[in-house]
């Protein structure tokens, strides 16, 4: 008689991770210290939610993909939502508007409340069991569905981001001291009576940094001022806590998030004209070959004598007159010799196709504009550059000379992965391009492939396949290089007022200059991954203000025909940029009559099964607006 063997099932396995809700049937739950995600599938989700802390065990075990069941959630990380109501006699159902959560709301009416359907609203889960519909209350309207009000409120709500400072922060902030006593300028060195200088945007109201400039004795003596947002709050007070939490400022289209209270972010901190302002700088002395002999790292006071936007200290430098001539022009050539030399040592030239809308007073978009980049801008980054490289590099010279390993805050950017770049070399091959994928000869191969599609209808599609086949840049207290600009180190110092990892910096920096010891690296490596992750949401936000203001202004163009480039092509339709608006709109496949047409993945084309008309990609075509869906933020195009 044979003898029957059973399986072993492996004893189930408690864990703890985050959820990840990507499809309506199934979730992943990310686990710290695991390489792979679990998934779970909606019956094993437990009434979870995108982005809940929750509790699970391993279950099928005897599957290759890990799979496993929720037992708890520990923390809801969004409890109120914003959305639509289906309303009925005594009750009523809540869709999210949230595209990350699969479940409608149950709403239990009292007496005769009654709902718009052209309404949107704010909705607190309130109880939810197991796998049934969780029920929840109304809170209110936050308005007519596709007004500014209503869909800016939802993207705040959608990415967890806060309306207003607490009173209890507002008034801690309004005790901070706008006089900058002796005794404190007496710390410091003393350079208000420097010629400094900020540029910024028309539109700009804290002021990050300021620069300056002399020559003496054949050396180039530069300062790069950069607000001391840290001197104002200790690591205990709920600014810090409040800034801290939120990481970031966000730029949404018709507002800004600040990360710290406006007292702070466009009056004590902002390195205004005409008043005193403390800062921490970087000094630095060049040689007539624009190399660096000599520098300095610590806390200042200056005294900013002009704001500059870009347009106007461009004028200045094109017709070669005006205030601080000399000063601007010095600053721009030494600016173009290290941006040459920083793409000729590998760095990367991907240039930004930013837009800007003019708004009117009711917040609709009247005008969208492309951001055109000058030298100006040019010569801000590059010093800014500079100086978050020379902080970086500080360190390194600490750890050289005490023999020891200083905790700091790096922004790091790691080798994009193999594969990836096997599929940017794959893409590129159906416009007749190649690039050399080895490590020693990818940045220069690279940046000669974005200089051979300048001006090419494939341009865009083109660099933004090259910007994912990147790794994203992160913080970290590793100490490693930053590749897309070629850095062997290199760290956040000159955004303070709107980073939280800038002011983490300054205070690093300012331990360090005092003598301290090295801090704790697993508390600064926490905030690292939190801040990191805070940017991602922020990105994500400020694109879906985007894309809302776009379908916006495009309903505005219902029935009218544009030029337009194939930006993406997939399986259900071809994704166009309008030429003139930069606005991405999406041609159904099934909007295309004139024959069946089929999807080739492997060369990313669309042809026509009877007429072997092709769609590719970077091909120029002429479309017509058929509809807008400013609620979805999509924009429906069809084919000329």
Same mark, same amino acid.
């Given at each position: *008689?044979?003898?029957?063997?059973?399986?072993?099932?492996?004893?189930?396995?408690?864990?703890?991770?985050?959820?990840?809700?990507?499809?309506?049937?199934?979730?992943?739950?990310?686990?710290?210290? *695991?390489?792979?995600?679990?998934?779970?599938?909606?019956?094993? &989700?437990?009434?979870?939610?995108?982005?809940?802390?929750?509790?699970?065990?391993?279950?099928?075990?005897?599957?290759?993909?890990?799979?496993?069941?929720?037992?708890?959630?520990?923390?809801?990380?969004?409890?109120?939502?914003?959305?639509?109501?289906?309303?009925?006699?005594?009750?009523?159902?809540?869709?999210?508007?949230?595209?990350?959560?699969?479940?409608?709301?149950?709403?239990?009416?009292?007496?005769?409340?009654?709902?718009?359907?052209?309404?949107?609203?704010?909705?607190?889960?309130?109880?939810?069991?197991?796998?049934?519909?969780?029920?929840?209350?109304?809170?209110?309207? !936050?308005?007519?569905?596709?007004?500014?009000? $209503?869909?800016?409120?939802?993207?705040?709500?959608?990415?967890?981001?806060?309306?207003?400072?607490?009173?209890?922060?507002?008034?801690?902030?309004?005790?901070?001291?706008?006089?900058?006593?002796?005794?404190?300028?007496?710390?410091?060195?003393?350079?208000?009576?420097?010629?400094?200088?900020?540029?910024?945007?028309?539109?700009?109201?804290?002021?990050?940094?300021?620069?300056?400039?002399?020559?003496?004795?054949?050396?180039?003596?530069?300062?790069?001022?950069?607000?001391?947002?840290?001197?104002?709050?200790?690591?205990?007070?709920?600014?810090?806590?409040?800034?801290?939490?939120? $990481?970031?400022?966000?730029?949404?289209? #018709?507002?800004?998030?600040? *990360?710290?209270?406006?007292?702070?972010?466009?009056?004590?901190?902002?390195?205004?004209?005409?008043?005193?302002?403390?800062?921490?700088?970087?000094?630095?002395?060049?040689?007539?070959?624009?190399?660096?002999?000599? @520098?300095?790292?610590?806390?200042?006071?200056?005294?900013?004598?002009?704001?500059?936007?870009?347009?106007?200290?461009?004028?200045? !430098?094109?017709? /070669?007159?005006?205030?601080?001539?000399?000063?601007?022009?010095?600053?721009?050539?030494?600016?173009?010799?290290?941006?040459?030399?920083?793409?000729?040592?590998?760095?990367?030239?991907?240039?930004?196709?930013?837009?800007?809308?003019?708004?009117?007073?009711?917040?609709?978009?009247?005008?969208?504009?492309?951001?055109?980049?000058?030298?100006?801008?040019?010569?801000?980054?590059?010093? *800014?550059?500079?100086? /978050?490289?020379?902080? $970086?590099?500080?360190?390194?010279?600490?750890?050289?000379?005490? /023999?020891?390993?200083?905790?700091?805050?790096?922004?790091?950017?790691? #080798?994009?992965?193999?594969?990836?770049?096997?599929?940017?070399?794959?893409?590129?091959?159906?416009?007749?391009?190649?690039?050399?994928?080895?490590?020693?000869?990818?940045?220069?191969?690279?940046?000669?492939?974005?200089?051979? =599609?300048?001006?090419?209808? +494939?341009?865009?599609?083109?660099? @933004?396949?090259?910007?994912?086949? &990147?790794?994203?840049?992160?913080?970290?207290? #590793?100490?490693?290089?930053?590749?897309?600009?070629?850095?062997?180190?290199?760290?956040?110092?000159?955004?303070?007022?709107?980073?939280?990892?800038?002011?983490?910096?300054?205070?690093?920096?300012?331990?360090?200059?005092?003598?301290?010891?090295?801090?704790?690296?697993?508390?600064?490596?926490?905030?690292?991954?939190?801040?990191?992750?805070? +940017?991602?949401?922020?990105?994500?936000?400020?694109? +879906?203000?985007?894309?809302?203001?776009?379908?916006?202004?495009?309903?505005?163009?219902?029935?009218?025909?544009?030029?337009?480039? =194939?930006?993406?092509?997939?399986?259900?339709?071809?994704?166009?940029?309008?030429?003139?608006?930069?606005?991405?709109?999406?041609?159904?496949?099934?909007?295309?009559?004139?024959?069946?047409?089929?999807?080739?993945?492997?060369?990313?084309?669309?042809?026509?099964?009877?007429?072997?008309?092709?769609?590719?990609?970077?091909?120029?075509?002429?479309?017509?607006?058929?509809?807008?869906?400013?609620?979805?933020?999509?924009?429906?195009? #069809?084919?000329?």
């Amino acid at each position: *008689m044979k003898k029957r063997y059973k399986k072993k099932k492996r004893s189930s396995v408690h864990l703890t991770g985050v959820v990840d809700h990507v499809k309506k049937r199934f979730c992943f739950v990310t686990v710290d210290g *695991m390489t792979e995600d679990i998934k779970v599938r909606a019956q094993n &989700m437990n009434g979870a939610i995108h982005e809940d802390s929750v509790e699970l065990h391993l279950i099928n075990n005897f599957s290759s993909k890990i799979e496993g069941r929720i037992t708890k959630v520990i923390e809801r990380k969004l409890s109120e939502f914003t959305g639509t109501i289906e309303d009925n006699k005594d009750f009523a159902f809540f869709i999210p508007n949230n595209k990350k959560i699969y479940s409608d709301f149950f709403i239990k009416k009292r007496n005769s409340e009654k709902f718009s359907n052209k309404k949107k609203y704010l909705a607190k889960i309130t109880s939810w069991t197991g796998g049934k519909k969780p029920f929840a209350k109304v809170i209110r309207s !936050i308005g007519d569905i596709g007004s500014n009000e $209503a869909e800016i409120h939802t993207i705040m709500h959608d990415f967890n981001l806060p309306y207003k400072f607490s009173e209890e922060i507002e008034k801690e902030t309004e005790k901070l001291n706008d006089i900058i006593s002796e005794k404190e300028i007496g710390k410091r060195k003393d350079l208000r009576k420097e010629i400094s200088f900020t540029i910024d945007p028309d539109d700009a109201k804290d002021f990050d940094d300021a620069l300056s400039i002399k020559i003496n004795n054949d050396l180039y003596e530069i300062g790069i001022h950069i607000a001391d947002v840290s001197h104002f709050f200790n690591t205990k007070g709920l600014i810090n806590k409040e800034a801290e939490k939120r $990481a970031t400022s966000v730029y949404l289209v #018709d507002r800004t998030i600040p *990360m710290l209270p406006e007292k702070l972010s466009n009056d004590l901190c902002s390195l205004r004209p005409n008043v005193d302002r403390l800062t921490f700088s970087v000094l630095i002395k060049m040689n007539k070959d624009y190399e660096i002999v000599d @520098k300095w790292i610590g806390r200042t006071v200056i005294h900013s004598k002009k704001r500059f936007t870009y347009e106007n200290a461009q004028d200045t !430098i094109d017709q /070669n007159k005006g205030e601080f001539l000399e000063e601007l022009v010095n600053l721009n050539r030494i600016a173009k010799h290290h941006r040459k030399k920083r793409f000729e040592n590998g760095s990367f030239n991907f240039k930004s196709n930013e837009v800007k809308f003019q708004l009117d007073e009711k917040k609709k978009p009247i005008q969208i504009i492309k951001k055109e980049r000058k030298d100006t801008h040019k010569l801000v980054e590059e010093f *800014m550059l500079l100086a /978050n490289k020379i902080v $970086a590099e500080e360190i390194n010279e600490y750890e050289k000379k005490y /023999n020891k390993r200083y905790t700091f805050v790096y922004r790091i950017h790691e #080798d994009p992965d193999k594969a990836k770049l096997v599929e940017l070399k794959k893409y590129i091959k159906q416009f007749g391009y190649s690039i050399n994928v080895d490590e020693k000869n990818l940045s220069s191969s690279i940046n000669d492939l974005m200089k051979k =599609i300048k001006g090419k209808p +494939e341009e865009n599609s083109i660099e @933004k396949f090259a910007i994912r086949s &990147m790794s994203k840049a992160r913080y970290s207290t #590793d100490k490693e290089k930053h590749f897309g600009l070629a850095f062997k180190n290199y760290s956040h110092f000159t955004s303070p007022i709107r980073r939280f990892p800038d002011v983490m910096v300054h205070r690093l920096l300012q331990y360090y200059i005092n003598g301290s010891k090295p801090k704790d690296k697993l508390y600064y490596e926490v905030l690292c991954k939190h801040c990191s992750q805070m +940017e991602v949401n922020a990105t994500k936000a400020e694109r +879906e203000s985007i894309k809302y203001k776009q379908a916006e202004f495009m309903s505005n163009f219902i029935g009218e025909e544009f030029d337009g480039v =194939i930006t993406g092509i997939t399986e259900w339709g071809i994704y166009v940029e309008i030429t003139k608006t930069k606005c991405e709109g999406l041609v159904k496949i099934s909007s295309l009559t004139d024959d069946k047409y089929d999807f080739d993945n492997e060369k990313v084309i669309i042809i026509g099964r009877r007429n072997k008309k092709s769609y590719s990609l970077g091909k120029a075509v002429k479309v017509n607006v058929t509809g807008t869906n400013i609620e979805k933020r999509t924009i429906d195009l #069809d084919l000329l």
